[in-house]
């Protein structure tokens, strides 16, 4: 309709778009046979109309002005019915709607790898992509990561501009968790498109790509992608990878549920698919700490796959941290030539050291790299250990020469990191007492007992002790971080538990004592013809107690194997923060607090206690003498450690692991003490996380609802490398007081246990979407998987509200000015 024609109708043309279309129409049509009759009242008007002015003689008009009134009468009736009847103006526009492309990048550490390329199909895939020669590919060995960055960022986005011919590209970087999004949304839409309602993301520079996910997991990212918009049609999910697959649900079936939605899966692999070549230094293993002039061992796993017959050189060697943590300079310690046989081999081996000095240091094991490796960032790997300068002062006391007084006694006497001084409560007064340091008396003083580091009680006899000497005891926890073990006995251990002037003990130790039934007397005394395997509770597998061997599988099978018990002392429970490491297997004492604690480890102040609920580890020794030694050997080191670490200074740190993948979350919990040894009472507390090359990370830790002097907080490992969480504390006229705890961040082992392409996956994954047209791609095709995605755009009809006419004046003006020009002819023709 011309805009003259609108203007009469008094629309304003300005308000129809320029691209839609009119067209004319009555909103109130007759129906059915209606429209019969309505033509047939039509006709019957007009011919009426006409009939009655020819016919008209009353007027005395001439004949052609009759006539010129019928038809202005007939007008009028004929417009009155048009306005009757609604007539309306229908606009209507043509809309394309593209679907959208969603692109999936692996964000994961696998894609940090290098690849060569050995086969030479492969090489030329690439070559062709990189548009290089075959043979620089094999020198350069590319990175994954900057075959992706160059497909998605050179050449202007070519790529994604390809891509968005089919629809509104969205990309997005997935590794463990949810994909988000990377960079804005592109779009190719004209002036009769609709473009995305997200299309004004805020843009990310998409020109650099470092990706560092701690996994894998494609069946949520493929999952996730199909979701993304809800109700709007989805043309691909184009998924850009090396298929490492090593979280989540099975990734096929996320494909599936795709197919299900009509949506087809593209997935363009990168790397290399051949056996990788890599040496690695698979673990480590030291203690924690060591004394000065005591040899210790530090054990390394090589692992090598395609150097069947290469011989390298496997180096250990040390660094030592500085009192404020910075790193001093790397010393050899020792080396070996290991030879390969097989492609596939590992090999481990052991390093003998005896530290001259005492401090903290960080040993590392590498091997020198070989050409052709696939991942150099695994040669290396470290531990941390302490170095103690003293020996630990031992004061052990018995109240009887039982068999477990006399093996703890000889062992701990000839090793040469403990200073031993026995009190055999049953000996006479003019016989000496065993030793390294011999004593005539038990010691009756704080400062006497402020001698030793720590104190192991073997059943004693609460005769000889009193409020004092508990009261002493109790400092030498809470003020001087010692270190206190009792070991129960049938003998004398309920006598001192209940006895008023000794109970205070129950206090001390990490385990709350009930009232002792008839029952239980009874049971203390009986004999016992049945021994019961000692059960390691989860909670204590990986507790310095319980590591009879660094292999978590060999240290199972040790205790496994280990005499079981016949008689053990009835508690009730461990107290809350003590940390069972062991259990009674026997049933038939479960309560409702849980299966019979037999040790336990907890904390008195800076003071470590461990309660040993059972008698008869020199038992152990017909298993051989490493059980039962190293057992007493740790126990004595994990409690004087307190001591001798300085954890007297006010605080410790816990973390629940020692080695962190790179990007991990860190929980790190403390308990800290003020300059009087008491529960620190601030409600938040700064801490540092400091990595290898310098360079801090300061965060909170928060106070633990009732729990006074425990703070919790996380911190994100973001530097490869020895790290250290620090916290300084207000230490009154001798300066603020340094509490830190190490830990090792490296990059994830998972990302690299198989670093191949892995292309059975990827086809599969596409295959499940065949008939929805998905395909499997190599690097040097993009250009053909764009053209593979088929073309979902849609032309839509977008229906404006019609424009109902007779809703306007013009019409009415019309139809009135119709009336008047027939009055004004009928009174002219009267006055003639």
């Known amino acids: ?322 009192a404020d943590g910075s790193a001093g300079g790397e010393f050899a310690v020792d080396s070996e030539q290991v030879t390969f046989t097989g492609a596939q081999a590992e090999r481990r081996l052991q390093f003998e050291y005896t530290p001259e000095e005492a401090g903290s240091f960080v040993f590392t094991v590498k091997v020198e790299p070989l050409a052709g490796e696939v991942l150099d960032n695994d040669n290396a790997r470290s531990i941390p250990v302490k170095v103690l300068s003293d020996q630990a002062r031992v004061l052990l006391v018995s109240g009887a020469p039982s068999w477990e007084y006399r093996m703890v006694a000889t062992l701990l006497k000839r090793d040469k990191t403990v200073d031993l001084s026995c009190w055999l409560q049953t000996m006479d007064q003019d016989m000496r007492q065993e030793g390294n340091t011999v004593i005539d008396r038990l010691p009756s003083t704080p400062p006497e007992l402020f001698e030793y580091d720590v104190v192991i009680f073997l059943d004693p006899d609460p005769a000889e002790f009193n409020e004092a000497w508990i009261e002493a005891l109790e400092k030498f926890l809470a003020d001087h971080a010692g270190g206190v073990m009792w070991v129960a006995g049938p003998k004398f251990t309920a006598r001192f538990l209940t006895f008023s002037r000794t109970a205070v003990m129950r206090k001390l130790l990490p385990v709350q004592v009930g009232e002792l039934s008839a029952l239980d007397v009874e049971t203390l005394v009986m004999t016992h013809p049945k021994d019961w395997p000692i059960e390691i509770a989860a909670e204590g597998a990986d507790h310095v107690l319980m590591r009879l061997d660094k292999d978590p599988l060999a240290n199972q099978q040790m205790w496994d194997v280990m005499p079981g018990i016949y008689w053990s002392f009835p508690v009730k429970r461990a107290k809350p923060g003590a940390r069972v490491l062991a259990e009674h297997s026997n049933p038939r004492l479960r309560t409702r607090d849980g299966q019979r604690p037999l040790l336990v480890a907890g904390q008195y102040g800076p003071g470590r206690t461990v309660y040993m609920g059972f008698n008869g580890t020199w038992r152990w020794r017909k298993l051989g003498e490493n059980f039962f030694d190293r057992y007493w050997v740790q126990a004595v080191r994990y409690l004087a450690e307190g001591r001798l670490l300085g954890e007297k200074k006010r605080g410790r740190i816990s973390i629940d692991r020692d080695v962190y993948g790179i990007g991990s979350r860190v929980q790190v919990s403390a308990k800290l003490y003020d300059e009087n040894f008491d529960p620190l009472g601030a409600e938040v507390v700064g801490a540092a996380l400091s990595g290898p090359e310098g360079g801090e990370q300061t965060f909170e830790l928060r106070a633990v609802p009732g729990q006074a002097g425990d703070f919790e907080g996380t911190v994100v490992a973001t530097r490869v490398g020895l790290n250290e969480i620090v916290i300084h504390l207000a230490g009154g006229g001798e300066g603020p007081v340094r509490v830190s705890r190490q830990l090792t961040v490296e990059v994830p082992r998972v990302e690299f246990s198989d670093p191949r392409l892995n292309k059975p996956l990827l086809r599969e994954l596409a295959n499940k979407t065949t008939d929805q047209g998905g395909r499997y791609f190599e690097i040097d095709e993009a250009g053909a998987l764009t053209e593979a995605i088929p073309d979902r755009s849609e032309r839509i009809v977008v229906l404006r509200p019609p424009l109902e006419l007779w809703d306007t004046s013009r019409p009415l003006i019309l139809f009135l000015g119709l009336l008047t020009l027939e009055w004004a002819l009928r009174k002219r023709l009267k006055m003639m």
């Open 1 to 322: 309709m011309s805009d003259f024609w609108l203007r009469i109708l008094g629309l304003d043309p300005s308000t129809i778009p320029d691209d839609a279309t009119t067209a004319f129409f009555f909103a109130h049509p007759p129906r059915s046979w209606m429209v019969f009759v309505m033509l047939a009242l039509l006709v019957g008007v007009v011919y009426g109309t006409v009939w009655l002015y020819r016919r008209e003689t009353t007027s005395g008009a001439p004949m052609r002005a009759r006539v010129w009134l019928a038809a202005v009468r007939s007008a009028v009736l004929i417009l009155l019915l048009i306005i009757l009847l609604g007539p309306a103006l229908a606009i209507n526009q043509h809309r394309d709607i593209l679907p959208h492309v969603i692109v999936l990048v692996d964000d994961s550490a696998s894609m940090t790898i290098r690849d060569r390329y050995a086969d030479e199909d492969d090489a030329a895939r690439v070559a062709r992509f990189l548009n290089v020669d075959p043979a620089e590919v094999a020198a350069d060995a590319p990175v994954r990561a900057e075959l992706v960055r160059r497909l998605l960022a050179d050449s202007d986005e070519k790529f994604l501009k390809d891509l968005a011919r089919r629809g509104h590209v969205h990309v997005m970087k997935f590794a463990g968790d949810d994909p988000v999004a990377w960079g804005p949304v592109i779009t190719m839409v004209s002036d009769e498109q609709a473009p995305p309602a997200d299309a004004g993301e805020a843009p990310a520079a998409r020109d650099t790509f470092e990706p560092r996910g701690r996994g894998t997991n494609l069946s949520r990212a493929i999952g996730v992608a199909a979701r993304q918009k809800a109700g709007e049609p989805i043309a691909a999910i184009v998924v850009i990878t090396d298929g490492q697959h090593n979280q989540g649900d099975n990734p096929v079936a996320a494909a599936a549920q795709a197919a299900s939605r009509n949506i087809p899966v593209f997935t363009l692999g990168v790397g290399d698919a051949a056996e990788p070549r890599n040496i690695k230094v698979a673990q480590v293993w030291a203690p924690d700490s060591v004394f000065r002039d005591d040899p210790f061992v530090i054990e390394a796993q090589v692992e090598a796959n395609g150097f069947g017959g290469n011989t390298v050189r496997v180096q250990l060697v040390a660094t030592e941290a500085a």
